[in-house]
Every structure is written in C-alpha cells, then in structure tokens.
C-alpha cells in the first residue's frame, strides 16, 4: 500500500510540473458548494435538515423556504478577524443560498427550526395525501347545451 501513495505523490509532482502548481487549486472550486453544508437525517415521517451556518449574527438575516420537496436556505454569515487576512477558507462566508432536493414531499406545518452552536436545526414531517379529499370533478358539456 505504500508503494501505492508514492506513486500518486510522484504522479501529482509531475502534474504540477506539468500544468503548474495551481493546476488542483483550480479543479477545487468546481466541486465545492456556494452555499452552506447540508445533512439529511430521516426516521419514518420525519425529516430533520441540519445546516452548517457559522458566523450567522442575526438570525433575521437567515431564509428558510419550504415547497413540497424543496428546501432553501438563503442568508448572510461574517466571520472576520480584524488584523488578520484569510490565508485559507474551507467554508465560505458572505451571502449564501442553497436549494437541497428533499427526499419525499413535506407538509407546511408543523415546521421547527432552531439554531444553535453555529447550526441551524429544521425538523419536518411527511406529506401524507389523503384519498379522502379526492372528489370527482363535475364536468359541464357545452356542446348539449346548443
């Protein structure tokens, strides 16, 4: 196995020579999100959506929108240090907005959210169609009535 790592290390080496030494930095930007990470968690007819959101100052500053199977979270985060400059960023910050594709449709109410330690908390339940509503539409013949 460690013959294995030695032969991806030599083989990005000569890539970096190769294409130069921002050749992976360049690649990184393409798979990361802008916006915010996003854990699914299900347990029968719920649903609870955790979103990493440090630096979240105000909370009015954080949408939430739910719609049958999407979620989205839209907002503003800040973290700075004064006297300091980013050397390098993981996670972003600044405006944000994520659109996360829920597993099954969810109902508009109950919905909680909560947000605590820099992660916001949004527990939702299942939208359960009741056949019981389902009332046959009257159609009207305009052509009889001539």
């Known amino acids: 196995m460690g013959d294995y790592w030695s032969q991806m290390y ?10 130069g030494d921002d050749f992976w930095t360049d690649f990184q930007d393409m798979f990361v999100s802008n916006g915010p990470l996003v854990n699914l968690y299900e347990s029968g007819n719920e649903l609870i959506c955790t979103v990493y959101l440090p630096g979240v100052k105000n909370l009015d500053d954080v949408d939430v929108y739910i719609h049958y199977r999407t979620l989205k979270v ?3 985060t800040n973290i700075t240090l004064k006297g300091y400059r ?4 993981e996670y972003k910050h600044g405006p944000f ?5 829920l597993p099954f449709p969810v109902r508009e109410k109950p919905i909680d ?3 605590k330690r820099g992660i916001l908390m949004i527990h939702l339940h299942r939208l359960i169609e009741s056949k019981e509503n389902r009332k046959r539409l009257k ?3 305009e052509e009889s009535e001539e």
């Open 139 to 141: 159609i009207s013949d």
């Open 97 to 101: 907005e994520r659109i996360v594709e």
């Open 113 to 115: 959210a909560t947000y």
């Open 86 to 89: 980013n050397v390098q960023e």
């Open 10 to 19: 030599d083989w990005r080496n000569k890539m970096n020579k190769f294409m």
């Open 74 to 76: 839209k907002g503003q």
